[in-house]
């Protein structure tokens, strides 16, 4: 009973199946896209940050709800990057594609 009501009911070969090895991980794939806001300008972000602040302990972690979170390693961190939040703001602002308005969130992050 391959063929019932014109649709072939087979499995495929997996190699034929798409890029998701099991149902789990397409499921996973579709949630993550849904819940990951994207942004252009935020997407370029972190391919020239080493460039823009190569000695800063932040790096560009996500964009969330119109914000761009920064990760820092530890407290002590956090606290001393608070004080140059707005000369990171005004680099960013400078920048080509760059939003009307910058929110910067700082955040500790272990890895």
Request: hydrophobic share 35%; glycine share 4%.
């Amino acid at each position: 009973m391959a063929l019932e009501n014109g649709v072939c009911w087979r499995p495929k070969d997996p190699q034929l199946r798409g890029r998701y090895d099991t149902f789990r991980s397409a499921l996973e794939a579709a949630f993550l896209d849904l819940t990951t806001e994207h942004d252009p300008f935020f997407d370029s972000l972190p391919d020239i940050w080493p460039q823009l602040f190569p000695k800063l302990a932040a790096r560009p972690g996500r964009y969330e709800d119109g914000q761009i979170v920064l990760y820092v390693k530890n407290p002590s961190t956090l606290y001393a990057m608070r004080m140059k939040l707005g000369t990171i703001r005004k680099t960013l602002s400078e920048l080509p594609n760059a939003p009307k308005k910058i929110n910067l969130k700082l955040e500790i992050h272990s890895s």
